[in-house]
């Protein structure tokens, strides 16, 4: 049967999406755990796969005191090893940066999940997350380790204006709300 | 007659555009076992979508000429071979084509919310539904403020998966309006016990919708012998093309129900005053129907019933069990199969390594499956997972399949140990 036929050979290749790097960050991730009381956090959902995720961002006390804030991100969530190693990946490398750095970091990590910049073999990584570049020849799973740093991008802009400053109307922690028809409750009734 | 299985692959041309060289190397065919999400086409299918495109294309019900006439008989042709399908009772004035199943059963929900539901009436539905059959219903709930109760599984945590029938009969009570739900799960392929709720639903005059968009390609018998009112399903999971689905009205309810959608096609009069709507199933049609993908659906029919709806049905189950059988034995994974011998459908979750990342790697090897919550969240969390992996079998399912998805499965956990 295999004879004959047309064989397709663009396989792409299992080991540049579960790098060392992102398999060892799935399993132990860093920064993880709830902050309570946490000054800016947002959840982040990819609704059809069910990745979820919640950033909880927070100010680091400054030196100076017209200094720009830097922050300090820990996430709790669930879902595929891509999308919680790339989120333990983000915390780890936004933390002690200004909000700017962070957006020019979000950025450049957009880059290299998508494919728009080149990729490194895996012993030149300068940072952890340079393996996510693997993730841009599955297409269907880029979505997995964009969802925290479409998070955070969102969580900055609502709360910091374009210099990186705390906006007044800043609405400190904030669940996201989804469309939906949350004015009326469902009636529902109980087996029991 | 057909023979079912590999052989039957020389009809399917994805198979023959699919064999891939994997990553190590080895030459793999396509072992495609996501057909609970839609099944391949035959070449019987595309040949008539082409030639009627091709030939005998034109709007129907519109055009005085030739090509809408021989269009409009052909759509109406494809009306009449769905009622054929369904059973002898059925008429085509009963069949409305529509986009899928998702649409048919909004129509029933969305309708009954207008002619049927109010504060003091109850909804019941189960909570295995898929979301199309689930949705639509909280929706009507919500507008109306009616009541909304769920049928549970008989036990909690996969423990027990069949519908809990006392707690039903609890709950279809006399102010109930309507019960709807799957005849078959589309996480678990569970047959559940239609008859029955059916009756209940009957002895307290409640209408009984059937979402059996799992269900046509393996069952033969005709819903509308169990007391039925409505039943829907979409003509991609039977071999058909995408784009077109079926809702099926006892004569009552296509009387009472109002359109969802409004627009051409399904008007009596418009005047800039008011509009009033078409009679039949007409008056469920707004807009150009799927024309091409229901004329194609009647083919997909043919090749359905010769191919033999309880031979496939046979077929795939005795695959499902043997998949279920040889899965139990991989070490690390939890096997969410009812287990009658009826289900075409295994579920299972390895308990490290996620859905998705076991679905990105079965792909490496050419198995194409499902992972995620499979349009079921309910479900799922009852089961006490946060997704699974599924494997669905159809006619031209076979052994080799079985073979090739369990050496990835077992392979891919060694990969990521």
Partial sequence: ?192 | MKKLGASLRSEFPVFSHNIRQCADGVVRPLCYLDSAVSTHKPQAVIDRVVAFMSRDYGSVHRGAYALSVRASEQYEAARARVARFIGASVSPGQVVFTRGTTESLNIVAHGLSETRLSSDKRIVITAIEHHANLVPWQQAALKTECEIAYIPLCGTAGKDLRLDLSAAARLISSNTAVVSLAHVGNVLGQVNPVAEIAAMARKVGALVVLDCAQSMTCFEENPFDWGVDAIAFSGHKLYGSTGVGVLVLSPNLLDELPPLLTGGGMISSVTLEESTWNTGTAKLEAGTPPIVEAIGLSTALDWLEEAGRARIHAHAATLAARFADELRVVSGIDVFYPGTGEETIVSFRHQTLHAHDLATILDGSNVAMRAGHHCAWPLVKILGVDALVRASFAAYSDGDDVEQAIEAIKAATFLLK
Avoid at chain 1, 30 to 37: L, T
Avoid at chain 1, 166 to 183: D, F, M, V, Y
């Fill in chain 1, 1 to 192: 049967m295999l004879q004959g036929s047309e064989i397709n050979k663009e396989t792409p290749n299992l080991g540049e999406l579960y790098q060392e790097i992102i398999v060892e960050h799935s399993r132990r991730p860093r920064c993880k755990g709830r902050v309570e009381g946490c000054q800016f956090c947002l959840e982040g959902k990819n609704p059809l796969c069910g990745d979820n995720i919640t950033l909880f961002c927070q100010l680091q006390p400054s030196a100076q005191p017209n200094a720009l804030p830097r922050i300090k991100v820990n996430f709790e969530g669930s879902g595929c090893s891509i999308s919680q190693a790339s989120t333990s990946m983000m915390c780890e490398a936004v933390s002690n940066k200004t909000v700017a750095e962070a957006r020019e970091q979000i950025n450049k990590v957009e880059g290299i999940y998508t494919g728009r910049v080149g990729s490194k073999s895996e012993d030149d990584l300068e940072e952890d997350v340079e393996a996510l570049h693997g993730v841009s020849k599955f297409p269907v799973r880029i979505k997995c380790a964009a969802l925290p740093w479409k998070t955070l991008e969102l969580l900055l802009n609502e709360n910091f204006d374009d210099l990186g400053h705390q906006r007044p109307e800043s609405l400190a922690c904030k669940i996201n709300e989804p469309c939906g028809n949350k004015t009326r409750k469902l009636k529902v009734i109980s087996s029991e």
